[in-house]
């Protein structure tokens, strides 16, 4: 297991885990009611605008839901930041390539290298640990990409946490 989030929305608690090759929910609904197990991302060569769960395989290396019970995902391979918000998958940010560009733009077209631990505020914004640019970055509700800690702060950033103040916390490889 490499990553996982718990959410409790409209009724409905799952527990999703990020597996090496797939993203599964466990779902409970109502609460207390037996637990089902459902593949929502990662089977097969699907990319953006189709269903999540054909998908192609996946290193989610963070998941997180955001106040709508939408589904983030940090897919390391594929160097992007996807979301599923009903079953269809797209990309929130990362054009697919290793490296670092993009801050002030639209992160969709932005470069992460690569997505580890995600988290989501309050108010929509995305933040990722982009593990080998050394950096923090956030994606706004309305798309644009900064980085609001790095380069010379962390090595190597695996995990991002927000707690009810909203203060950020990140755990790093080695430091």
């Known amino acids: ?10 009724q409905i608690s799952s527990l999703v885990l990020a597996l090496v090759c797939s993203i599964q929910v466990l779902a409970n609904t109502p609460p207390r009611a037996t637990y089902t197990i459902q593949t929502v991302a990662g089977s097969n060569v699907v990319s953006d605008g189709g269903p999540a769960s054909a998908a ?3 290193d989610a290396e963070g998941v997180a839901f955001d106040t709508g019970g939408n589904l983030f995902v940090a897919d390391a391979n594929d160097h992007r930041g996807k979301i599923v918000p009903d079953g269809t998958i797209s990309t929130v940010a990362g054009d697919g390539m290793p490296r670092f560009r993009g801050d002030g733009g639209l992160a969709s077209a932005a470069r992460l290298n690569p997505p580890y631990g995600i988290a989501v ?10 593990l080998g ?23 190597a950033p695996r995990n991002v946490v927000l707690d009810a103040a909203g203060s950020l916390y990140v755990s790093e490889f080695s430091g």
């Open 133 to 155: 640019n050394n950096r923090i970055r956030k994606v706004t509700s309305g798309g644009i990409i900064s980085t609001v800690a790095g380069t010379d702060r962390f090595l």
């Open 56 to 58: 192609a395989r996946s």
């Open 1 to 10: 297991m490499q990553a996982l989030a718990f959410q409790n929305h409209m």
């Open 121 to 130: 505020d309050g108010a929509g914004n995305l933040y990722n640990a982009d």
